[in-house]
């Protein structure tokens, strides 16, 4: 499946920003998805997870845990990341990606399929 992320932008401290990651087939629903981020000089880390088919399951960082929403919608082969109350620690490429198995959402090495990445800054 190939994954395309599109939504980042430039938001002021406190603002909230909207990320989308397409897919091109329905195998879509079959995948556990998640995003993952990378901020200039550091690692990529993992922000949030949601498991396949209805997506009952979701998972965040200590990070995002309470201000981010990770959703999915089957019939439009795309996934979601509501952020909001955003800082300037978030600014970050973000990355979304495809994984088979929900016990692995957490681990970036375990995904098969990766988007191109989306940039999201937020100044202060």
């Known amino acids: 499946v190939q994954l395309q992320a599109c939504g980042g932008g430039l938001v002021q401290a406190g603002g909230s920003l909207r990320l989308a990651c397409a897919a091109s087939d329905r195998t879509f629903s079959s995948y556990s998805m998640g995003w993952f981020r990378q901020a200039p000089g550091k690692e990529r880390k993992f922000v949030a997870g949601i498991s396949e088919e209805s997506g009952e399951l979701s998972i965040y960082g200590d990070s995002v845990n309470g201000r981010f929403a990770i959703s999915r919608d089957n019939a439009k082969n795309t996934m979601y990341l509501q952020m909001n109350s955003l800082s300037p620690e978030d600014t970050a490429v973000h990355y979304c990606?495809?994984?088979?198995?929900?016990?692995?959402?957490?681990?970036?090495?375990?995904?098969?399929?990766w988007g191109q990445g989306t940039l999201v800054t937020v100044s202060s």
């Open positions: 990606a495809a994984v088979q198995g929900w016990r692995w959402v957490k681990v970036s090495s375990k995904y098969r399929f």
